[in-house]
Structures are given as structure tokens and as C-alpha cells.
């Protein structure tokens, strides 16, 4: 059973430019967040998806934006990309019925903004 | 505003011997409580979580928690440490939201381990 995919794994990218993040979530899982973690801090919420709706958002701001689909999985796209989003952005699915579960989280994709 | 606070950001442990991170949160209820581990460059591995009942939870890897809710703590123990326990590790709290089974997570800012053999 495949957890949580997350691709690309690594990314460089110019200031200014955009760039989009792809998650599949857990099988069984509806609901999609996504996190994003500088260097030496912990996980910070951007957002949370379930029936292709964002649910939920965190202090961040209108650069920031997602998508998600029919199958659950989900994108997050950042524009005008800044240095400070230099980042780990991770994906975490979870089922949107049924405590008990929690949160899985994929491995991630490291992004450099150069 | 729910919140973790990790008093320690760096713990060196002899490997065999016990260990135990701080934790103390921040929320208005009864709070969904979670220990991650992570290993440089790679995403969160779950080692256990709260959610109601027994204070005491057992984890992977050997590792418990224990909920107090009197001193706001969830604090993690190990009896004896190995030197792959060596990572950086996360509590955080949860909570219900809008028909979700669960909102944001709140994460502290970490504890890395380290284990001289």
C-alpha cells in the first residue's frame, strides 16, 4: 500500500518564477494539507483540502494557492516566487471519517529558490 | 490559538541509556497529540499520537508518551536509546475542524537527538 507521493523531490527555481507541487495521498485517505518547513524549524500549515475545496488556511499569503482533484490528490502552487520560500513542503493526507488515524506524511520536496 | 513548545532544541544521550523530550502545548480542549520523528531530508514518521482515553500511549520503536493534562505536557520516553534513534523530533497538537476529521497540526520547533555510542 503506497503511502503519500510527493513529486518532485527537488526543485531549483529563479526569483519570481512559479512553481507547482504534486501530492497523492495515502489510498483511502480524502483529505490532502500541506506544510511547509524552513530550514531548522518545524512544519508550518499553509492549507487543507478535502472535496476539492480548501478547507482551511494558514498565515501565509495569496501567492500561495492549491488545487484538488477528483482522485484526492493535490497541488500547491507558489507564485513570484521569493528567497524566504526556500523550503521542505511537505503533503499530509488523512481520512476525512474515522478518528484514530492521524496524518501521513509524504517524504517531501525540497525546494531552493536561487 | 493552539500552540508547542519544545523546551529543547538539542539532547545528547549515551546510547543505552534513557531518554525523555518536553512537551507542552497550548489549546482551549481536550487536544489531539502526536510525536513525530524525522530523519534529515525526509518527511515525518508517526510515532504515536493521543486522542482520548489511556494517558499512557505506546508507540513504534519502543517509544511512550504520556498525556497530563494538569501541566499541559506530553512528554516522550524511551528506556534505552539506540544510535539509529539519532533525528530531529516533533510534537504537535490537533484539533477538529469543520466536519474534517482533523484540522491543522500546531508543530513545535523540534528536539534533535543525538546518540554517542
Known amino acids: 500500500d503506497a503511502g503519500v507521493t510527493q513529486s518532485p523531490t527537488h526543485l531549483i527555481k529563479t526569483r519570481g518564477q512559479q512553481v507547482t507541487l504534486r501530492c497523492s495521498p495515502k489510498?483511502?485517505?480524502?483529505?490532502v494539507s500541506w506544510y511547509q518547513q524552513a530550514l531548522g524549524q518545524g512544519p508550518q500549515f499553509i492549507f487543507q483540502?478535502?472535496?476539492?475545496?480548501?478547507?482551511q488556511r494558514g498565515n501565509f499569503p495569496d501567492r500561495f494557492s492549491g488545487h484538488q482533484f477528483p482522485n484526492y490528490s493535490s497541488e500547491l502552487n507558489v507564485n513570484a516566487l521569493l528567497l524566504g520560500d526556500s523550503a521542505l513542503y511537505l503533503c499530509?493526507?488523512?481520512?476525512?471519517?474515522?478518528?484514530?488515524?492521524?496524518?501521513?506524511f509524504g517524504s517531501g520536496t525540497r525546494l531552493t529558490v536561487v | 490559538a493552539q500552540s508547542v513548545t519544545q523546551p529543547d532544541i538539542h539532547i545528547t544521550v549515551s546510547e543505552g541509556a534513557s531518554l525523555e523530550l518536553r512537551c507542552n502545548y497550548s489549546?482551549?480542549?481536550?487536544?489531539?497529540l502526536f510525536w513525530y520523528v524525522q530523519s534529515p531530508g525526509q518527511g515525518l514518521q508517526l510515532l504515536l499520537k493521543?486522542?482520548?482515553?489511556?494517558?499512557l500511549v505506546q508507540g513504534i520503536k519502543g517509544f511512550e508518551a504520556e498525556f497530563k493534562r494538569s501541566q499541559s505536557s506530553f512528554n516522550l520516553r524511551k528506556p534505552s536509546v539506540h544510535w539509529s534513534d539519532a533525528a530531529e523530533y516533533f510534537c504537535?497538537?490537533?484539533?477538529?475542524?469543520?466536519?474534517?476529521?482533523?484540522?491543522?497540526?500546531?508543530f513545535g520547533q523540534g528536539t534533535i537527538l543525538t546518540v554517542h555510542p
Open positions: 499530509a493526507s488523512s481520512p476525512r471519517q474515522g478518528g484514530g488515524y492521524g496524518y501521513t
Open positions: 489510498s483511502g485517505h480524502d483529505t
Open positions: 483540502y478535502y472535496e476539492e475545496e480548501e478547507r
Open positions: 489549546y482551549g480542549a481536550t487536544p489531539y
Open positions: 493521543y486522542f482520548s482515553g489511556d494517558t
Open positions: 504537535a497538537v490537533g484539533a477538529r475542524a469543520g466536519g474534517t476529521s482533523y484540522g491543522k497540526l500546531t
